[in-house]
């Protein structure tokens, strides 16, 4: 089980045209700052990721998917401290090296190399399947109110049942899910403003004009995640469940493991997205599910190692009941898998090979590739 070889795999891999938001909007969904510009400047697709290739002595390959915007220097460090090692050895619920948004890449790419030799999947290490088909939603950007209502009756008709949209004050989202009410009805609604809702009395407001419609399934993050005292304030004004997003690749602006515990205590909330490796998933997992709260895996709109990842997860969680964010085979031009996820709306089924159960398609990864990287014992 030693590894002998990483080999990191530069890729920008783009959307459909007109898949993230209406053409006539320009509203970049990357919430970090990047090379000095601010958050928020820059879209999503426009940004690299890395493609791990983690080979081991006896020829195995696991594979890895870093989220967007890697840190070459990170990489090169992880990479190069872990060529050698034997993942026998290694504890892979707490790798050796620090939790940047780099970790997950590297933990999937180990865990899935590990299952192989087994002859299991990821599911098995994390105690096993509590579902086959986990749930997914259709996913948007911002929608212009003419066209909103075409985007979901298109999806509703092949078979979502839930349709998630980024917001702020500036989009009619009671507008919105009043055009989905009348073209997708019975199509369920998540309304995620990432914290863009900063005025309580507005988010009341828009609370009140949704509640009227009747097809919101929840508001994620509707406020700034300090305001403690304000969110506890919104949950007891409205009766749509209030989510809480705890993103562990965003520590950087302050997401942490005990948000979740701190949200409980606080009774701010009725349930969690969560976004994290394989490890964390399953603690976070664990906190909702003795909580009575449900959860959902959040995502980056990423590509198909990832999305794999997020359904191994998403199958052994208890929590995990509402559907999930795995949609980016809907919205990039292209997941790398050699076989895409098995996804038929609403659900897409876990995979059953060994590891994460998905193959690398080598020529989609060379179209994309920008840039390539080896590392070697």
């Known amino acids: 089980m030693r590894i002998s070889r990483i080999l990191a795999t530069e890729v920008v891999v783009p959307a459909h045209p007109g898949a993230i938001e209406s053409a006539a909007l320009r509203r970049p969904l990357h919430k970090l700052p990047v090379k000095g510009s601010r958050g928020w400047s820059v879209q999503f697709d426009e940004l690299p990721k890395i493609v791990l290739q983690l080979e081991l002595a006896d020829g195995t390959v696991g594979l890895g998917e870093l989220y967007r915007s890697v840190d070459w220097p990170t990489v090169d460090a992880i990479a190069e401290s872990l060529v050698g090692e034997d993942i026998g050895r290694l504890c892979r619920q707490d790798l050796p090296f620090a939790r940047t948004r780099e970790y997950d890449g590297f933990e999937i790419a180990i865990w899935d190399a590990y299952a192989r030799t087994l002859g299991v999947r990821v599911v098995d290490l994390l105690g096993g399947p509590v579902r086959d088909l986990v749930e997914v939603s259709a996913w948007s950007s911002h929608r212009t109110l003419d066209e909103i209502g075409d985007v979901a009756r298109g999806y509703h008709e092949q078979g979502f049942t839930s349709f998630k949209l980024k917001c702020s004050l500036e989009d009619d989202v009671v507008g919105w899910c009043a055009a989905i009410a009348e ?50 304030e919104l949950r007891r004004a409205t009766s749509i469940p209030v989510v809480r997003h705890v993103s562990l690749p965003y520590t950087s602006v302050g997401n942490r493991p005990s948000d979740a515990i701190t949200a409980i205590r606080n009774s701010t909330v009725d349930g969690f997205n969560f976004n994290a490796g394989l490890a964390d998933f399953q603690r976070l997992d664990h906190v909702a599910d003795v909580a009575g709260l449900p959860s959902w895996h959040g995502s980056e709109v990423d590509l198909g190692i990832l999305e794999a990842a997020y359904v191994h997860s998403a199958a052994a969680a208890r929590s995990c009941t509402w559907p999930s964010d795995i949609f980016g085979r809907h919205i990039r031009s292209h997941d790398l898998l050699r076989e895409p996820l098995a996804l038929t709306p609403p659900h897409v089924r876990l995979p059953s090979g060994p590891g994460l159960g998905v193959e690398l398609d080598d020529s989609a990864v060379a179209k994309f590739r920008t840039s390539e990287k080896e590392y070697r014992s």
């Not at 009747?214 to 304000?230: F, K, S, T």
Request: overall charge negative; proline content about 8%; glycine content about 6%.
């Open 183 to 232: 073209s997708a009805p019975g199509m369920r609604v998540v309304l995620d403003p990432n914290e863009r809702f900063e005025r309580v009395a507005e988010a009341r407001r828009i609370a009140d004009g949704l509640a009227e419609i009747g097809n919101v399934l929840c508001l994620e993050d509707p406020i700034p995640h300090w305001m403690a005292a304000e969110w506890a």
